[in-house]
């Protein structure tokens, strides 16, 4: 039931390990402090993070997890799967991580529920597992908690900004540039298509800000997400382009980071209506205006 992913070479756990808890589909500003926090002990630090649930669509896909968490100086992530884990007691949870791992530090938020009915709280954990358990105050923003759930509230209205702030970095997607239509190419506006991965939190459809780093360069570029109005598609997927940038990403894995919000999309009268609007766009990101 229980996968974990190395991230470093320093996730040995013979010698004990801070494990970090909670359903983490991503890392916003609360749950970095957590992260801070285990790493303090001086342990091999390894992240829990939940697949499925009663939110079936996540903030990162797995792989972007272990982009987040590589980078924040996790040392591994162990995946459950929520129906795995939702009926066990929270007995029964425990037993499964120390079985799995040598924990000498649980860290979570104060509001971190597990097992069955979310009947699992961090005083139960310290009884339980006699392991040390530190607790980490809950953030308020704006008088709001921040959670994921918020994050994906600022993200279905367009505010990705806000959403970056959330997360301490720009809100971002990995996939691999698929062959297309290749009409961006026939007006000027060569782009690298990606599929939004399934399962991930769709953000509201729009013309974006992004940026892309290849070979050595991040790149300013114009990103639509959503359909294809002009051309009557409606096939969901994300078209961008890369402000001076010349080759071939077909089958190249990129990752597309989402700066702005710059306009919603619209059916435009003609081929030329629609590159006079991408004309302004890249202007826009140029200067950023």
Do not use: W
């Amino acid at each position: 039931m229980l996968k974990k992913v190395n991230l470093t070479e320093k996730s040995h756990t013979e010698s004990g390990v801070a494990m970090l808890l909670g359903g983490f589909d991503g890392l916003h500003v609360g749950h970095r402090l957590l992260v801070e926090q285990a790493k303090k002990s001086g342990l091999p630090v390894g992240i829990m993070t939940i697949v499925g649930g009663k939110d079936e669509e996540n903030l990162f896909t797995f792989e972007e997890r272990e982009d987040i968490f590589r980078r924040s100086g996790v040392d591994f992530v162990f995946e459950l799967p929520f129906e795995g884990i939702k009926d066990l007691s929270p007995q029964q949870f425990l037993q499964i991580l120390a079985k799995e791992f040598s924990p000498k530090l649980f860290v979570c938020g104060e509001d971190f529920r597990f097992g069955f009915q979310a009947q699992g709280t961090p005083e139960i954990i310290k009884e339980a597992t006699h392991v040390r358990v530190e607790i980490v105050p809950l953030v308020e923003i704006d008088g709001k908690k921040v959670s994921s759930t918020y994050v994906k509230e600022r993200l279905k209205k367009g505010e990705i900004e806000r959403a970056n702030e959330l997360l301490q970095e720009e809100f971002f997607l990995i996939g691999e540039v698929v062959q297309d239509r290749k009409v961006g190419r026939t007006m000027g506006f060569p782009t690298a298509n990606i599929l939004y991965p399934k399962g991930k939190f769709p953000l509201k459809k729009g013309v974006y800000e992004t940026r892309v780093f290849v070979d050595g360069k991040d790149y300013k570029g114009i990103t639509n997400y959503g359909a294809r109005p002009t051309f009557d598609d409606d096939t969901v997927l994300t078209e961008t382009y890369l402000d001076g940038f010349a080759g071939d990403l077909y089958g190249k894995t990129l990752k597309v980071r989402f700066v702005r919000y710059l306009r919603d999309i619209k059916k435009f009268t003609d081929v030329t209506a629609l590159k006079e609007q991408l004309q302004e766009d890249i202007v826009r990101v140029r200067e950023g205006k």
